[in-house]
């Protein structure tokens, strides 16, 4: 069973930077597309972005050109890196696995079965 914890959330000010860590037990993530989502209490969850086992990435426009997502398999992690963050960045982001035997790169979370227990980061002057 795929178990997934993330960290590196935190306070940040505009313009400022956090590497988000999604760190896997139980199994390894080599197998698994792995995707970061977001979401605000009352509010949907978005997709952030997404790596899939080949490597292939995908990212919601509103982040596009600021995350980097990127895998260590030989550590169990993915990251995801955020430049130039902004207020509206603000949310508890999780990460999440996706369904066995799925190699896709999808930001929906129909395709995610394990969720991490979310991590929250604040972007606030």
């Known amino acids: 069973q795929l178990q997934l914890v993330e960290s590196g959330g935190g306070l940040v000010r505009p313009g400022g930077s956090l590497r988000l860590s999604c760190t896997a037990s139980g199994s390894t993530l080599d197998s698994y597309t792995i995707g970061w989502f977001r979401q605000a209490p009352g509010k949907e969850r978005e997709g952030v972005s997404c790596i899939s086992s080949s490597g292939s990435t995908n990212y919601a426009d509103s982040v596009k050109g600021r995350f980097t997502i990127s895998r260590d398999n030989a550590k169990n992690t993915v990251y995801l890196q955020m430049n130039s963050l902004k207020p509206e960045d603000t949310d508890i982001y999780y990460c999440?696995?996706?369904?066995?035997?799925?190699?896709?790169?999808?930001?929906?979370?129909?395709?995610?079965?394990?969720w991490g227990q979310g991590t929250q980061v604040t972007v606030s002057s």
């Open positions: 999440a696995g996706g369904s066995p035997g799925y190699s896709g790169a999808s930001l929906s979370d129909y395709w995610y079965d394990y």
